[in-house]
């Protein structure tokens, strides 16, 4: 490898790892991370938990919360595939769809997605920051067209 190419990734990786500045996130990822759907958090803390359960359909097939509200959203898989699980608004989930599609073997969590093998339960902490309306489906590519989608609801605050 030439020697100019050498030295800027290493001064790259000196400024990510030892001239970053202390904090509270998890290496070089924030604590939490601002998605389409509202905000992964990192560390959640002790948030209510939340359960929904993959057969052939979502149990149950809607949840309602408030904006700003966070939970600990608990996802039992108790199909026999494993799924890439994806919390989405219409644009990430064209976005993902596309990435899965380019490539199908992708087995990875984001911030917004978690991998969940058959009979197993993955566990995602969000918190909703905008009202509308989100779905949790697998975006594996073969799954598009049958995979049920657990619709989610988000209404904005009332007021008092």
């Known amino acids: 490898m030439p020697q100019h190419t050498r030295a800027p990734s290493l001064l790259l990786l000196v400024n990510l790892f030892l001239l970053s500045p202390p904090g ?5 990822l924030p604590d939490e991370i601002p998605m389409a759907a509202g905000t992964a958090l990192r560390d959640p803390g002790d948030l209510a938990p939340q359960t929904v359960v993959l057969r052939n359909h979502w149990t149950p097939a809607l949840l309602t919360f408030t904006q700003g509200q966070a939970i600990l959203l ?3 898989n108790a199909s026999p595939e494993w799924h890439l699980l994806a919390l989405v608004d219409d644009t990430a989930l064209r976005d993902q769809n596309l990435i899965h599609r380019l490539m199908p073997d992708l087995r990875k969590d984001y911030p917004n997605t978690r991998l969940s093998e058959p009979d197993t339960s993955v566990q995602l902490p969000w918190r909703f920051d905008k009202p509308g309306e989100y779905s949790l489906r697998c975006v594996r590519a073969e799954h598009q067209q049958h995979s049920p989608a657990l619709t989610i609801i988000v209404d904005p605050p009332s007021k008092p």
């Open 24 to 28: 509270d996130a998890h290496g070089i």
């Open 74 to 76: 608990i996802l039992e």
